[in-house]
């Protein structure tokens, strides 16, 4: 081995073994020896997009067919993001109409800063296409959407060019005749100037690439920077699993033509295989630091054993220019799990509390509804330190906007707990909790009467079939569950006591959670629901809950 690669190699390989195992170990805490553990954001959020105002970090994540839209993060190093808010926030920014399938909804937003103004463009996939909203506050409250007429395509980026005009790129996918596909799974990146007065393109439309590789497939999440006069367009393609890739050409004319680095991709996982730690790198964005440092931001996923069970996350590695050319983490070429914190003063945020126990007036903002709540079927009474949840007929098996208030699982060990009060009157309703990955694949654990008898129920349902696993007699008002995940088995457990909670039935499988076997673009979520499924009641019922938990299970989760 020594000869092949040299000491030299050798003793790299060695000393990053050995911090590895330090870090892996946990008998140096990363962050302390002057490295950062990835992803920055976990769980689902994908295809990240972020900006520099001053010494300050904004950032952006896809969140599809989930209300409010568009999260929006916050850091001063690159490393500690907070989130502050959401882009989307109103039914009337926001139409995730009943309908509107799984995996649609808002893709792949940018966030931009120019003369004051954040601007962030967006698909609403099923909703209304390319739109953009702005703010003179990162954490908003933005405008109402811009719907930009004959704007086809997705993944929609803005540049400011520095006579301030400003050109949007876009990409064109699907099998959209404009001009028709010369390959399979062919998209086009165009450019077009765009008058942000009034929404509309201006002059002729350049479509720039189809991928530098010859018939690449999905060309997508275009951005343009301009750097040392020159400019720079960075895309994905390969399509957004194993096969993706950053790639990256320049020009000197903003509308091209445009020149593909010898060295493309830039950055991609494709080459390491399947069963490494992070797959899936690409749809990225780059930055660079006050101090000059250029960084990239991307989505990669973090398998186990070929299953993506968080969703697409968002991942950080840094970039070094020699001469024209952007070297992604030079020596390395590849996003690691740990690596060397970026040269930014270190400023940890906030963690959110494990335990919300809902005695806020508003809901915090981990929480999320499926589809647009066009009614206020929830209402927190923080007097009362509890949240009352009304039953309501749409459950999650339909693709309406159920009584779901749920939130994103972020780590393979976890556990989620809580305390529900909950008294049916027909044998249709149901109270509990829920882990999905959509309408199709999903877990409830829940409350009904049944015969005359409160009944725990643990149901199943996998590619639209429903299957009840297990069910146990609770005779109780106050219910506790709990929901733990380890890797790729689910546990339930319920009782009449936080500290005497018995599993309910055997351990599941989660896969059923992943994107893989949903065929989903998303990534799970868990939280509090409850559905009269599709019965009318006589009179509003509720669910109320005390309070919910999640955390992170770091080292032997406990059976
Ligand atoms: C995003 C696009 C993509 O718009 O997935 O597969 C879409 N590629 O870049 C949603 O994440």
């Not at 301030?164 to 990146?189: H, L, M, Q, T, V």
């Not at 250029?294 to 993506?308: I, K, S």
Request: include cysteine; hydrophobic fraction near 35%.
């Amino acid at each position: 081995m020594i000869r092949k690669i040299g000491w030299i190699g050798t003793k790299t390989i060695i000393i990053a073994l050995i911090i590895i195992v330090f870090f892996a170990s946990g008998l140096i805490d990363a962050q302390e020896a002057g490295y950062f553990k990835n992803p920055i954001i976990p769980g689902f959020n994908p295809d990240p997009s972020i900006c520099r105002v001053g010494e300050d970090y904004y950032l952006v994540t896809s969140s599809f067919e989930w209300f409010p839209g568009l999260p929006i993060y916050h850091s001063k190093d690159l490393v500690n993001w907070e989130q502050i808010g959401y882009v989307l926030n109103r039914p009337s920014q926001l139409q995730l109409k009943e309908g509107l399938p799984h995996s649609s909804g808002l893709w792949a937003p940018t966030i931009r800063y120019h003369n004051g103004i954040f601007y962030v463009i967006n698909t609403a996939t099923g909703a209304g296409g390319n739109f953009y909203v702005t703010s003179e506050k990162p954490e908003g409250p933005y405008s109402e959407p811009v719907f930009i007429e004959n704007a086809p395509g997705i993944d929609p980026s803005l540049f400011f060019d520095d006579d301030s005009r400003c050109w949007y790129c876009g990409s064109i996918n699907g099998s959209k005749k404009i001009p028709p596909r010369k390959y399979p799974a062919e998209d086009r990146i165009y450019i077009q100037e765009l008058d942000l007065q009034t929404g509309r393109f201006k002059g002729e439309r350049h479509i720039v690439t189809s991928g530098y590789a010859i018939n690449s497939p999905y060309a997508e999440a275009p951005h343009i920077y301009k750097i040392k006069g020159k400019y720079y367009l960075l895309i994905a393609e390969g399509g957004t699993w194993e096969d993706h890739a950053v790639t990256m050409f320049t020009a000197d004319s903003v509308t091209g033509p445009y020149t593909p680095f010898i060295s493309n991709p830039l950055l991609t996982h494709r080459y390491l295989g399947n069963n490494i730690d992070i797959t899936t790198i690409g749809h990225a964005d780059i930055v660079q630091t006050q101090y000059g440092d250029w960084y990239a931001v991307m989505l990669g996923v973090r398998p186990v054993e070929g299953y993506n069970m968080l969703g697409r996350e968002t991942f950080l590695t840094n970039i070094v220019f020699q001469g024209d050319v952007p070297i992604f983490n030079p020596g390395k070429g590849r996003v690691l799990a740990i690596d060397k914190k970026p040269n930014l003063p270190w400023t940890p945020v906030a963690k959110p509390n494990e335990r919300d126990d809902f005695d806020k007036p508003e809901l915090s903002l981990c929480w999320n509804f499926l589809r647009t709540p066009f009614t206020k079927w929830y209402t927190i009474e923080a007097e009362k330190s509890r949240i009352r949840i009304e039953v309501r007929t749409e459950n999650i098996e339909g693709l309406g906007n159920p009584s779901l208030i749920a939130r994103r699982v972020q780590h393979h060990k976890f556990e989620a707990l809580c305390k529900m009060v909950f008294n049916p009157s027909i044998s249709n309703e149901e109270a509990g909790m829920v882990i999905m990955q959509n309408n199709k694949f999903n877990y409830r654990l829940v409350k009904v009467i049944k015969e005359g008898k409160n009944i725990v129920q643990l149901f199943k349902t996998e590619n639209d079939r429903g299957l009840l696993i297990a069910e146990k007699e609770i005779n109780s008002t106050n219910i506790y569950f709990k929901i733990s995940g380890d890797k790729l088995i689910y546990r339930f457990w319920a009782g009449t006591s936080e500290y005497e909670l018995k599993q309910l039935g055997n351990d599941q499988d989660a896969t059923i959670c992943s994107s893989n076997k949903a065929d989903s673009f998303i990534g799970p979520f868990i939280g509090m629901y409850c559905s009269s499924n599709g019965q009318l009641l006589r009179k509003k019922e509720y669910a109320l809950f005390d309070w919910f938990e999640y955390k992170e299970i770091t080292g032997n989760t406990n059976k």
